[in-house]
C-alpha cells in the first residue's frame, strides 16, 4: 500500500514540474517576442490606438485601415495567397483581424471561377498576377484594392 503511494506522488509531482516548465517556457517565448510592442505601448501611454497599432504594424495597418474605408462591411474580398511573396498580406487570420466582417477568400488558379460572389480582390506586390476588370484603388503604389464590376 505504501509503495502505491509514493508511485502516485512520484507521478504527480512529475507531471506537476512537467506542466510548470511548458509554462515558464511559454511565458518566456511570449515575453521575447511581445516585449518590443508591449515596451512600445508602455514608453507611450498617450498614444492614440491608430497610433499604436501603426508603430507596431507599420504599413501593414494602413493597408488593412485603408482596405476598411474602401469596402462594406459584408464584402466578398480576394486576398493574395499567403507565402513568401506576401508574409502578412494574404494570412487570413491576420487580414481576418482587422478586416472582419468581411469574407475573405485566399486566392488560387481558379478563385473567381470558384467564388463569383467576389467583389473586390486586393492588390499587393505582383498580386493579382491576371487581368482584373474594375476600378482600381491605390493606397501607394504596392497596394490597394479592385473594385470589380465597375467601369471607370
Request: glycine fraction near 8%.
Amino acid at each position: 500500500m505504501v509503495e502505491g503511494g509514493i508511485a502516485r506522488t512520484l507521478k504527480f509531482w512529475f507531471f506537476a514540474t512537467l506542466v510548470i516548465g511548458v509554462c515558464l517556457a511559454n511565458a518566456l517565448f511570449f515575453y521575447r517576442a511581445a516585449a518590443p510592442q508591449v515596451r512600445e505601448v508602455l514608453v507611450n501611454p498617450g498614444l492614440t490606438y491608430d497610433e499604436k497599432m501603426s508603430r507596431i504594424w507599420g504599413d501593414y495597418y494602413a493597408y488593412m485601415t485603408f482596405i476598411q474605408e474602401h469596402t462594406p462591411p459584408d464584402a466578398v474580398i480576394l486576398i493574395p495567397p499567403h507565402g513568401d511573396a506576401y508574409p502578412l498580406v494574404g494570412c487570413k487570420g491576420l487580414d481576418d483581424y482587422f478586416l472582419y466582417p468581411r469574407q475573405l477568400i485566399n486566392a488560387d488558379q481558379n478563385a473567381l471561377e470558384e467564388h463569383p460572389e467576389v467583389e473586390y480582390i486586393l492588390i499587393h506586390g505582383r498580386f493579382p498576377d491576371f487581368p482584373v476588370a474594375g476600378v482600381r484603388l491605390m493606397l501607394n503604389e504596392q497596394s490597394g484594392v479592385v473594385i470589380m464590376g465597375v467601369d471607370k
